[in-house]
C-alpha cells in the first residue's frame, strides 16, 4: 500500500456479538460497504477492474470476536482523523464499530503483519482446574496433514482463572495457530467437558 502521493489512515474496529461469526472476507465486505456509505474519499488500484485501496489486519476464524482490530484505509484527499471516524461511525453496524483513527506514515509495515502477538480471553460454560497443553496438532489444510509444534506460536499461557482461559500466540511467516483449534485441543487433552463459549482476541502487539 506504499504510495506517498496518497494518506494511509489506520482504523481500530471490534468484532463482536453475533458479528464473530462473520468470516474474513464477510467482515471485509462489510467494511468497505460502510467505507463507500460514509463518503469518504478512498483511493482505487488501477487496471481493468478498479478496487478500494484498502488492507486489512490478521484474520480471525470464524467465532472469534476481536477488540483491537484493524484496517488501513487509503484516501485521495486529507480527512481529519476525528471527521472520517464519525462519519464511518454512523455507517458501521454496533457489533463491529471503528472507535480510534489515525494517520500511519505510507511506508509502515503492512496491516496484515504488522502486529504479530495476539492475547486472547476464552470464556469456557464451566469451569476447570487446569488445561494440559499438546506438543502438537495435526490439522488438514488442501487435503494435506500438516503438524504444528504448538510451542512454537504459544507465547504465554494458557493460565486458568475459573471458566476464563487467557493465553498468546504468534503469528510467524511459516504460519499460525488458531486460538479456537488450540484451546479445542486442549480441553480434548485435559479430559474435560466444559466447552467454548466464546474467545476474543484482546490485543495485538509488535513481537
Do not use: W
Not at 456509505?37 to 486489512?56: K, Q, T, W
Not at 482523523?81 to 509502515?108: C, F, G, I, W
Not at 490439522?139 to 494435506?144: M, N
Request: with cysteine.
Amino acid at each position: 500500500m506504499s504510495d506517498p502521493a496518497l494518506f494511509r489512515l489506520r482504523f481500530r474496529f471490534c468484532k463482536q456479538g453475533r458479528l464473530a461469526m462473520l468470516s474474513h472476507l464477510e467482515v471485509a465486505h462489510a467494511l468497505e460497504r460502510a467505507v463507500r456509505r460514509a463518503g469518504l474519499p478512498f483511493a482505487v488500484s488501477c487496471g481493468f477492474s478498479p478496487h478500494m485501496r484498502i488492507a486489512f489486519g490478521a484474520a480471525l476464524p470464524v467465532g472469534v470476536g476481536g477488540t483491537q482490530e484493524i484496517f488501513d484505509l487509503l484516501l485521495k484527499e486529507y480527512v481529519a482523523p476525528q471527521k472520517a471516524l464519525e462519519a464511518l461511525r454512523a455507517t458501521s453496524a454496533p457489533d463491529m464499530m471503528p472507535y480510534e483513527a489515525y494517520y500511519v506514515e505510507h511506508n509502515a509495515t503492512a496491516a496484515s503483519v504488522c502486529y504479530p502477538v495476539s492475547d486472547y480471553v476464552a470464556v469456557l460454560t464451566k469451569p476447570i482446574d487446569n488445561l494440559q497443553v499438546p506438543e502438537s496438532i495435526s490439522v488438514i489444510r488442501k487435503k494435506k496433514e500438516k503438524v504444528i509444534a504448538v510451542g512454537e506460536y504459544l507465547l504465554d499461557g494458557p493460565h486458568v482463572e475459573g471458566n476464563i482461559i487467557k493465553f498468546t500466540l504468534v503469528a510467524k511467516n511459516s504460519g499460525s495457530l488458531r486460538p479456537d483449534l488450540l484451546l479445542s485441543e486442549c480441553l480434548k487433552l485435559s479430559g474435560s467437558d466444559a466447552r467454548i463459549s466464546n474467545i476474543t482476541r484482546v490485543d495485538q502487539r509488535e513481537q
